[in-house]
């Protein structure tokens, strides 16, 4: 009888195994199967399109907003997540209702966020929202002794109408969603440096500020929004700490803040710009991971 070389019986042998472990026609090994796409939303103002000064002092969009930043951080966990960007610089929570200042296809940019959200169930993994800071009378951006009267008692109770109509729609379109929703740093802080006149300003708008983002937070809340607590993440009530800041000399921390993670302090054509830079976007992103836990954050 005719005896198999043994060198050729041991690669029959593995030529079976291999035979074996060979996936079915049309479908890819495992570890080379593409990870399963997710998608996260952002919708917002300028923020949310990562807008800074550049030399020139306008103000363009740039890679290296907060969701930017937050996208990359969530891709190590979630490697086959896609940010889509639909904030528009300027946007009001007016205009986030009913367009007028960005062009989309649905009419505005929550029209254009619930055609998405139906149109992907179950694959928006997150949501994020920053809208306000730019609704009449710059009760976020620019408050002054002459506007907080009006803010508080007609800016901010419109803000809140429009808010609960925002997300009342998105709750409509995605009733368990992960949804995660700021509140607000306070540039004007920077004013400080301008005298007494500037620190009387700037405490007083840190106590409104203070006060508009508890009302912002009962929003959040009462539908199921987690807070991205930007305002803490910036020091925001710290005027007793004392913080030395490179060419801008020894400042309250909330001040110190403000100068060193936004544009508001550079001098000109950049500044003064309300816009955070890219370190100040970092801390934003910061602010939005610890709101969301990795322990509570679904599985892939």
Known sequence: MYRVPPALALAGMLALAAA?????PGAAPAHHRPPPVSYYLS?????????QPDASGTSVETRYGYADQLSAAL?????????????????TTGTMINGGICRYAAGSQLAAALAFLRAHPGKVSLVTIDIGANDPDNCITRPSFATLASCVGKSIPHTVS????IFTRLRQADPHGRIIAMNYYLPVLAEWRDGLTGRAVARL??????????????VYKAF?????????????????????VPRFGTLPRNVAAVCQWTWECASPPRGPNEHANQAGYQVIAGAFLRADPPAQRPRK
């Open 20 to 24: 074996g472990c060979t996936a079915a």
């Open 75 to 91: 891709r190590r966990r979630d490697p086959g997540l896609r940010l889509v960007k639909l904030g528009c610089p300027g946007e």
């Open 205 to 218: 708008s840190e106590v409104a500020v203070a006060g508009y983002n508890v009302v912002l937070t009962r």
């Open 162 to 165: 429009h808010l609960t109509t």
């Open 43 to 51: 919708l917002g103002d300028s923020l949310a399109r990562g807008v």
């Open 224 to 244: 199921g929004v987690r807070v991205a607590d930007v305002f803490g993440a910036f020091h925001t009530s710290d005027f007793s700490q004392q913080v030395t």
